[in-house]
């Protein structure tokens, strides 16, 4: 079975106007390749942001092993809250889609929309929008928001991330 087969089994594309719709209208995401200091969404209360410069500073075995770190943090998570429910992944001006965390990481495939932000905007949130991710490459942070998944993945990551400057 080919990985692009496996993946599909598990993440579903979903239209990409629709997906944004409701992130865009909450967060009044702001896209902008050059801006590297206001944050690109409204950013929500009680979320927490944190550095990935400390992850982005390093090649190698450094750096894949904190990206590495981070995505397995965030599939614990996302796994742990959702039960059956999927989340929504989004990846700016590329397909998003639905998926099962609990298939995926039963599956064993790759990630189509990436948590770590290393290459463009990435969103993994819940349908209602009530707790999720959102990876900034270019600030090279993570925002985490809603207060299970900040009381967990936030505070995780703070334990070797300092916050990031953006940060409320």
């Known amino acids: 079975m080919s990985e692009g087969f496996r993946v599909e089994g ?3 594309p979903i239209e990409y106007a629709e997906a944004w719709a409701g992130f865009d209208a909450r967060f009044d ?3 902008d390749y050059y801006e590297r200091a206001v944050p690109a969404i409204r950013l929500p209360d009680g979320c927490v942001v944190i ?3 400390p992850v982005f500073a390093h090649e190698g075995a450094r750096f894949a092993s904190g990206e590495a ?3 397995a943090a965030a599939l614990r998570n996302f796994v742990w809250f959702t039960d059956e429910e999927e ?6 001006q590329h397909t998003p889609y639905r998926y099962s965390p609990a298939a995926h990481a039963l599956a064993n495939v790759g990630w189509p929309v990436p948590v770590f932000p290393n290459g463009d905007y990435y969103v993994h949130t819940t349908s209602d929008l009530r707790w999720g991710t959102f990876g ?3 600030q090279q942070s993570l925002t985490v928001w809603g207060e ?3 009381r967990t993945l936030g505070t995780e990551l703070l334990t ?9």
């Open 136 to 138: 900034h490459p270019w």
């Open 29 to 31: 995401f702001k896209p």
């Open 148 to 150: 299970e998944l900040v």
């Open 69 to 71: 770190a981070i995505t």
């Open 10 to 12: 598990v993440w579903r």
């Open 87 to 92: 989340l929504t992944a989004l990846d700016w």
């Open 160 to 168: 070797w991330l300092p916050r990031h400057t953006q940060s409320p």
């Open 51 to 53: 550095d990935l410069a």
